[in-house]
């Protein structure tokens, strides 16, 4: 098992440039979790996914973010129009369930997205 | 609104000491809580969990935990840190049973001196 896997680890964009983010979790895990993480901000939680259905994306902001997750082996994140502002680690976790030991998310080592 | 609240951007302990990493959480009932670690340029990875039962929780690397329901609490304990230990904390919560959602406070950075 090779954990949640993010690619890449690492995207330098110019501001107004588009930027896709893959995110392959854990065979078998139900659910997609989207993080982004900044010193100032701490984690914040962007959308998820359960059985590949968007279910709540309450943290997304609503111009430029879109994230899918187009079958069970992998999810995207895409900004469009990337902004300085933008720059942050993107954190990817996957979970197998809502109960007990299902409980834990597995996250992977994270997206570093620079905005120039 | 929920929230999750660490006080303590940053603690800095010498090893062998003992350690409490504080996390206060806003909900009238008892959510899942949570406490993760985050290594330099890692992910991060679950210490321990706690939903009922008893209040104090064991969890990885000698790690434990305290729920208190009148407090509002869940502090992260260690009896003596190990410079290895250096890393930043992470108190979570997931406030709906029926929902995924984790919501993640600040962090605490805690730096072990050797």
């Known amino acids: 098992n090779a954990g949640v896997i993010q690619t890449p680890r690492h995207k330098v964009t110019g501001k107004g440039q588009e930027a896709t983010l893959w995110c392959e979790p854990i065979s078998g895990h139900s659910a997609v979790f989207w993080y982004r993480q900044t010193i100032v901000q701490g984690l914040e939680f962007l959308t998820y996914?359960?059985?590949?259905?968007?279910?709540?994306d309450s943290g997304m902001p609503k111009e430029r973010f879109s994230a899918q997750m187009p079958n069970q082996s992998h999810s995207t994140l895409k900004i469009q129009s990337t902004q300085p502002q933008d720059s942050a680690v993107y954190l990817c976790?996957?979970?197998?369930?809502?109960?007990?030991?299902?409980?834990?998310?597995?996250f992977g080592a994270g997206t570093r997205l620079s905005v120039l | 609104a929920q929230s999750v609240t660490q006080p303590d951007a940053r603690v800095t302990v010498s090893e062998g000491a003992s350690l409490q990493l504080r996390c206060k959480y806003s909900?009238?009932?008892?959510?899942?809580l949570f406490w993760y670690v985050q290594y330099p340029r890692q992910g991060l990875q679950m210490l321990l969990k706690?939903?009922?039962?008893?209040?104090v929780v064991q969890g990885v690397n000698g790690f434990e935990a305290e729920f208190s329901k009148s407090d509002s609490s869940f502090h992260l304990r260690k009896a003596s840190v190990h410079w290895s230990d250096s890393a930043v904390y992470f108190c979570a919560v997931r406030y709906d049973t029926n929902a995924y959602k984790v919501i993640f406070g600040k962090g605490t950075h805690l730096h072990v001196l050797p």
């Open positions: 706690y939903y009922s039962g008893d209040p």
């Open positions: 909900y009238s009932a008892t959510p899942y």
């Open positions: 996914f359960r059985n590949q259905a968007p279910i709540d």
């Open positions: 976790a996957s979970s197998s369930g809502l109960g007990g030991s299902q409980n834990t998310l597995y």
